[in-house]
């Protein structure tokens, strides 16, 4: 299965095994910088929701 052919929850989990075994500082950063695009991907809809 290549990248492209990976659902999104299918692209995630495999970022986040990937993240596992980094060390502790690097895992930290990882993940924030998940929350972060999760976060940004989310407010993108709610707004998108409340105008139209």
Not at 16 to 34: G, V
Not at 35 to 45: V, W
């Amino acid at each position: 299965m290549s990248m492209s052919d990976e659902s999104p929850v299918d692209g995630l989990m495999s970022r986040l095994s990937l993240i596992e075994d980094q060390p502790l500082e690097s895992r930290a950063a990882a993940f924030t910088q998940i929350h972060d695009e999760l976060q940004q991907q989310l407010e993108g809809k709610d707004a998108f929701s409340r105008n139209g």
